[in-house]
């Protein structure tokens, strides 16, 4: 029997007209589980991990997944056992880190807003670095550690000024974007960095942007970083480490992004052109490391056709699937089963329940659909749960991980009770 796989999703595969996550028909997940439901394959996290693990063999370097592209603290405990550190934002990341068996050493901070309270917490945790965003962070931070008798070990993100050619809203390398510092100041801020008691300059730190499907931002990027490199290090200050951050695409809809040990295979021959091969190497993928190892199974509510467009609307909803509200993001949407269909294939917005009109999770659709039938939406390992709300006191749903033969819940539905916890009414 043949077991031809989807697009960009190796281990999602139909068998016989069902559609499988590794070995367990997603059929029957929806049945014990219920939808909207989040399958995650553990093999496909794994394979996207080994392609950067084949890109980095025999090189000093350390994989810090982007946790804030999925943060379930199932989806951390498998990279934490593959021996991944983690790329936080924030302190409440940092708790998640270490409730799923991540060591803090290999832990890197950054973000442009953070917290006295959140360093603190960090210092306290002992992390391996802080991505620092500004020259106000680096004097605070400053200030912080040397309140706690430590040093901070930091890391300046400098912007290179590089086009992702990415959607605005994931562009973050460009000088009007509000991360990093901008590339020509950043020999000064080096330098005033090292001037600081609290501080210890360890590396240097650049991210572009998300979903890159193209080589030359990244190629670009880098020799801008290198420069760089080598004008701090001629100014005295010595960077153990160079970040280069996330960004890699995926296949959404026939993507075509380079593979990861393929794109570093070029990236590593510009550093070792320039010397730079003996440091520390350190990335943080988010997106690539789980956007493809999941997939939202929804059902079918109802058909609703219309004199200019035909609705299908589904039990998920933006609060479950914000990207195509927030980017106009492409989902694939599949039946979970292709065989003995019975109803007439049309062009519908595939749409969840919420008041918004902006709820929509695929638009002009071809489907061959029914009430009670059901459906997978694609690719949506990565910026989806993690961007979940409870918009319209939906429930966030519930997530599984599949490893072969095995299913593992690693988080259950939630209820309206979990959502109104921590309310309370105001007393008489
Ligand atoms: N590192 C930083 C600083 C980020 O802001 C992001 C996401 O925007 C990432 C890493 C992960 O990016 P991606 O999920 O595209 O790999």
């Excluded at 590339?183 to 572009?208: F, M, N, T």
């Excluded at 089963?337 to 902006?358: L, N, Q």
């Amino acid at each position: 029997m043949t077991r031809p796989s989807l697009p960009g999703h190796p281990h999602f595969a139909y068998l016989d007209g069902a559609l499988f996550a590794e070995n367990i028909p997603l059929r029957d997940l929806a049945a014990t589980h219920g939808t909207p439901l989040f399958v995650y394959s553990k093999a496909s996290m794994l394979s996207a991990l080994a392609a950067y693990q084949r890109g980095f063999a025999g090189r000093d370097a350390q994989i810090c997944y982007a946790m804030k592209a999925n943060s379930s603290l199932g989806i951390l405990q498998v990279f934490a056992r593959a021996g991944c550190g983690f790329d936080i934002v924030s302190g409440g990341e940092l708790d998640r880190v270490l409730a799923a068996g991540g060591e803090p050493r290999k832990v890197i901070f950054s973000g442009v807003g953070k917290r006295r309270s959140e360093m603190r917490q960090a210092l306290n945790a002992g992390i391996g670095c802080f991505n620092v965003e500004s020259e106000a962070e680096l004097d605070v931070l400053s200030e912080v550690a040397l309140g706690m008798g430590l040093r901070a070990p930091v890391s300046i993100r400098v912007n290179p000024d590089v086009d992702p050619k990415t959607h605005p809203y994931i562009s973050t390398g460009l000088k009007d974007n509000k991360f990093g510092v901008a590339h020509e100041d950043a020999l000064r801020i080096y330098r005033h960095a090292a001037s600081l008691k609290g501080l210890q300059v360890v590396g240097i730190d650049c991210h572009i942007g998300s979903q890159i499907t193209d080589s030359t931002p990244y190629l670009d990027a880098m020799d801008r970083v290198l420069d760089l490199v080598a004008a701090i290090e001629a100014a005295g200050i010595p960077l153990a480490h160079i970040d280069f951050g996330g960004g890699l695409g995926i296949n959404y809809n026939d993507d075509t992004p380079p593979e990861a040990d393929a794109l570093w295979q070029q990236l590593l021959a510009k550093i070792d052109a320039r010397g730079y091969g003996n440091k520390k190497l350190m990335i943080e993928p988010g997106r690539s490391l789980v956007g493809n190892s999941g997939v939202c199974v929804t059902e079918v509510l109802y058909v609703k056709p219309g004199e200019h467009k035909n609705f299908c609307i589904v039990d998920a909803a933006m609060n479950d699937l914000p990207r195509p509200a927030m980017y106009q993001a492409f989902h694939a949407i599949v039946p979970l089963a292709t065989a003995g269909k019975p109803s007439a294939e049309a062009t519908y917005d595939v749409v969840g329940p919420i008041c918004e009109s902006g709820d929509w999770i695929g638009r002009d659709r071809v489907l061959s659909v029914a009430a009670g039938d059901q459906v997978a939406v694609m690719s949506a390992g990565a910026y989806c749960m993690s961007m979940a709300s409870n918009y319209n006191t939906r429930g966030r749903a519930a997530e599984l991980l599949i490893d072969g033969d095995a299913v593992h819940l690693i988080r259950r539905r939630e209820t309206a009770e979990d959502q109104m916890r921590q309310e309370q009414l105001v007393a008489d």
